[in-house]
Structure formats: structure tokens, C-alpha cells
Nanobody
Framework: VQLQASGGGLVQAGGSLRLSCAAS????????MGWYRQAPGKMRELVAR???????SYAAVLQGRFSISRDTAKTTVYLQMNSLKPEDTAAYYC?????????WGQGTQVTVSS
């Protein structure tokens, strides 16, 4: 089942965006969820994850600018992105951690202008 991310867009450096990803209850209630990103010419990387119990962890490169959360009632995971930088420009995806091939959706594009 593909997981569809939404909420991307074009924003100036220093701005904020919030991404959303709705998942089925069976996935949401049993799997760690993660946000991944892939910039042009680069490998896809995991930037944030949140456990079933709600414990978050982040890639060091984010330096505390992003926050991942989950809404159990809505079975939705969010990524709040603050103080965005041009180097955050990428397609953002949600998936389980570890990822499953069948869950990759089209992603949502985040473009940060300088």
C-alpha cells in the first residue's frame, strides 16, 4: 500500500512547512514510521523516525530544525520543518522504518529558495 505524503511546496529560506502522511491503522499501530528525502543526484536518506510509542529520533544534519509527530486517532504522521534551508530542497517521502518497497508513494516536493 503506497503511503502518500502531502504538504510540500515552495518556501523561502527560513520559512516553515508541515508535511503529512496518512497510513492504514495496521501499519500505523505496528510499525515505526519515518520521513525520508531525496535530493537530485543524491541517495534517499532517512531524516526522522517515530516509534509506535511516540519516541522520535532525527538525523544529525537537521540540527533540531525538524519535528516528527504522530496522531493516533488520524493514523497520520507529520513532519514540521522550521528554519528551512536551500539544502533541504528534496522530494520527501514517508514509509515505515525499515522501509518497504510497496509503501513508496510519489512523495511531496519541498523547494527552498535562497
Amino acid at each position: 500500500v503506497q503511503l502518500q505524503a502531502s504538504g510540500g511546496g515552495l518556501v523561502q529560506a527560513g520559512g516553515s512547512l508541515r508535511l503529512s502522511c496518512a497510513a492504514s491503522r495496521s501499519i500505523f499501530s505496528t510499525r515505526t514510521m519515518g520521513w525520508y528525502r531525496q535530493a537530485p543526484g543524491k541517495m534517499r536518506e532517512l531524516v526522522a523516525r517515530i516509534s509506535v510509542s511516540g519516541v522520535p529520533s532525527y538525523a544529525a544534519v537537521l540540527q533540531g530544525r525538524f519535528s516528527i509527530s504522530r496522531d493516533t486517532a488520524k493514523t497520520t504522521v507529520y513532519l514540521q520543518m522550521n528554519s528551512l534551508k536551500p539544502e533541504d530542497t528534496a522530494a520527501y517521502y514517508c514509509n515505515t522504518v525499515p522501509s518497504l518497497d510497496e509503501n513508496w508513494g510519489q512523495g511531496t516536493q519541498v523547494t527552498v529558495s535562497s
